[in-house]
């Protein structure tokens, strides 16, 4: 499975980005988006990588960070085989390389994007 993400880049404080992370490269024909959990993680300089949103694979329930409740929303579609992080009400405090992750539901595996730049200015 493959992941890539996009959507990083610059900007102000207080204002918006949507993360996308498109995933491919299934095994099985039978075997579809929604068998995978996804998650976005983040890691700013100096810190370790720390989990920022998570949404099962079926049922689509969510959890968030602490700091980011009311202000990011994680979505799925799974008929476009791509994930979201929308990110409102930006604070300099969330600039990181923000990495999308696949969980299989049944194995457990993981898989990892290459991570996009979220740069938040004051």
């Known amino acids: 499975v493959q992941l890539v993400e996009s959507g990083g880049g610059l900007v102000q404080s207080g204002g918006s980005l949507r993360l996308s992370c498109a995933a491919s490269g299934f095994t099985f024909s039978n075997y579809h988006f929604s068998n995978y959990h996804m998650s976005w993680y983040r890691q700013a300089p100096g810190k370790e990588r720390e989990l920022v949103a998570h949404?099962?694979?079926?049922?689509?329930?969510?959890n968030y960070l602490d700091s980011v409740k009311g202000r990011f929303t994680i979505s799925r579609d799974n008929a476009k085989n791509t994930a979201y992080l929308q990110m409102n009400s930006l604070k300099p405090e969330d600039t990181a390389v923000y990495y999308c992750?696949?969980?299989?539901?049944?194995?457990?595996?993981?898989?990892w994007g290459q991570g996009t730049q979220v740069t938040v200015s004051s």
């Open positions: 992750k696949a969980q299989d539901i049944i194995s457990g595996r993981e898989y």
């Open positions: 949404i099962t694979g079926v049922g689509g329930n969510t």
